[in-house]
T-cell receptor, first 113, second 114 residues
Framework: SQKIEQNSEALNIQEGKTATLTCNYTNYSPAYLQWYRQDPGRGPVFLLL?????KEKRKERLKVTFDTTLKQSLFHITASQPADSATYLCALGLQTGANNLFFGTGTRLTVIP | NAGVTQTPKFQVLKTGQSMTLQCAQDMNHEYMSWYRQDPGMGLRLIHY???????DQGEVPNGYNVSRSTTEDFPLRLLSAAPSQTSVYFC?????????????FGPGTRLTVL
């Protein structure tokens, strides 16, 4: 069956450390992968996109990797801050030009001051 | 720009009642979609539309209807509410003409069916 799993439901880290979130998938062949941030009571907000032929993308303190052999994406937040505390969702897009996304269950990150 | 707006924010229904969740966007996005979010399940696609007059089913369409008469609006109808439809509903839109479209989400509607 098709699955998208994000490492743990909750991850606690100390301020200033690097947070690493994992997204693993089975029985999908995504053309691209996106990461979203979701705060309590709000809709998800887009953060980063990585295409199937890209290994790594960066945006400020965020870095995402995509390994289609391992069927895994890693999402890193460096120099984490309490304001980074949120739930992070990965989403797979199966076709370029098609907008339907398949979401993981999310990882709730708490950055402890 | 207001972005994607959804009404109501909260709703309580009794089993068997019908209602319409409203969604509107002011970004001239062609693609709009409805997701539901349940604990431990992630966001799941209910219905989507690639433009006015065109709709299609997502992963979990049963019990829901949609229509798209304008670019701006994409209402979701529950025909006969069931407790299994208790969830948080998100509407999303994305821009035309790009291959890897980021989705813009509304603030959500929290629905409880008793």
């Amino acid at each position: 069956s098709q699955k998208i799993e994000q490492n743990s439901e909750a991850l606690n880290i100390q301020e200033g450390k690097t947070a690493t979130l994992t997204c693993n998938y089975t029985n999908y062949s995504p053309a691209y992968l996106q990461w979203y941030r979701q705060d309590p009571g709000r809709g998800p907000v887009f953060l980063l996109l990585i295409r199937e032929n890209e290994k790594e993308k960066r945006k400020e303190r965020l870095k995402v990797t995509f390994d289609t052999t391992l069927k895994q994406s890693l999402f890193h937040i460096t120099a984490s801050q309490p304001a980074d505390s949120a739930t992070y969702l990965c989403a797979l897009g199966l076709q370029t030009g098609a907008n339907n996304l398949f979401f993981g269950t999310g990882t709730r990150l708490t950055v402890i001051p | 720009n207001a972005g994607v707006t959804q009404t109501p924010k909260f709703q309580v229904l009794k089993t068997g009642q019908s209602m319409t969740l409203q969604c509107a966007q002011d970004m001239n996005h062609e693609y709009m979609s409805w997701y539901r979010q349940d604990p431990g399940m992630g966001l799941r696609l209910i219905h989507y539309s690639v433009g006015a007059g065109i709709t299609d089913q997502g992963e979990v369409p049963n019990g829901y209807n949609v229509s798209r008469s304008t670019t701006e609006d994409f209402p979701l109808r529950l025909l006969s509410a069931a407790p299994s439809q208790t969830s948080v509903y998100f509407c999303a839109s994305s821009a035309p003409g790009t291959k890897y479209n980021e989705q813009f989400f509304g603030p959500g509607t929290r629905l409880t069916v008793l």
